[in-house]
């Protein structure tokens, strides 16, 4: 297994270098000037060349590019055009919000979402069946920032039990989770009742049943582990996907996370706010990978690596 993590965690160096060259292309690739944005609308042309001189734009692409790789590794991410503050610490603040966020939508996702499924499979074309089937259908065509809207009008303005927005407590968490968890849920039921009827008809299941085992027995002690093999990746992929749905969520419920932050230095052209916050999503979604990997060999003794 050590062997195997260290291979895994060299990988990670090439592939964040070829994703930091896409990020950096892409993000020179925005229209617009941060230089004229810095300057504001009444500064004159010497002024913004001053700027852009100031900041680096007036070198070519593949310059920028080496001085951006240096100070990377020197764990200097820049200074946010917007706020002129370190980017790391940018980052560090808006981070925690987004931690929460992401990590009690998975929370919701995977409990709700495994129960529907394995209540979905056990009592196949049966009513709870055609039920939860029906809520993972609608789960995954609502449309988030939708259903977020329609949280707020009901829980908040109406009932007063959550805050509209912002973030006062934990309950400024509940809805937004809620929100960005449901569609995560949905795709969790409807992936885990296929994974959970293809074990069912399992040959080791049928001894299991003539052992006398109860059905909940069968399903605890045997199903379950190997069927939860193929849900532990599709998970893992959900959480990355996560990441990148908070950006909408925060946005509909005014968090202050990473989300918004990519948002704002978006429309202000921040170029190194949004390289730093493109690399971080990008090494959070490989280094969650190389977890749902490892969590193979802890489900299924039988795996190598």
Do not use: C
């Not at 291979?7 to 229209?31: D, E, N, Q, W, Y």
């Amino acid at each position: 297994m050590g062997r195997y993590l260290t291979k895994r965690l060299i990988t990670i160096i090439p592939i964040l270098f070829f994703v930091s060259i896409f990020i950096f292309l892409f993000v020179h690739l925005i229209p617009g000037d941060p230089a004229r944005l810095v300057a504001g609308p009444d500064a004159s042309y010497e002024d913004i060349k001053l700027i852009r001189k100031d900041l680096g734009l007036d070198k070519p692409l593949y310059e920028q590019y080496v001085n951006f790789i240096g100070n990377l590794f020197q764990g200097d991410l820049g200074t946010s055009l917007k706020t002129k503050q370190p980017v790391l610490k940018e980052i560090g603040i808006r981070f925690m919000p987004t931690f929460w966020l992401t990590l009690w939508s998975m929370v919701w996702a995977v409990i709700i979402g495994l129960i529907i499924g394995i209540i979905s499979a056990k009592k196949r074309n049966k009513w709870q069946d055609y039920a939860g089937m029906f809520g993972a259908v609608s789960g995954i065509s609502l449309p988030s920032f939708w259903l977020g809207l329609i949280l707020i009008q009901f829980f908040s303005v109406k009932l007063g039990w959550f805050p509209t927005g912002g973030l006062e407590s934990w309950k400024s968490y509940i809805l937004p989770s809620l929100t960005l968890g449901t569609s995560v849920a949905a795709v969790i039921a409807r992936f885990s009742r296929s994974s959970v009827m293809d074990v069912l008809k399992e040959d080791y299941i049928r001894t299991g049943r003539a052992k006398g085992l109860t059905e909940g027995k069968v399903i605890q002690r045997h199903a379950l582990k190997n069927a939860l093999i193929p849900v532990v990746t599709m998970t893992g992929l959900q959480f990355g996907f996560l990441l990148g749905g908070s950006v909408v969520i925060e946005t509909v419920f005014s968090l202050p996370g990473l989300g918004r932050l990519l948002i704002d230095s978006v429309s202000f052209r921040d170029y190194p706010v949004i390289q730093a916050e493109m690399l971080l999503f990008s090494l959070e979604f490989i280094l969650i990978n190389l977890i749902v990997d490892v969590l193979y060999g802890f489900l299924n003794p039988q795996i190598r690596y």
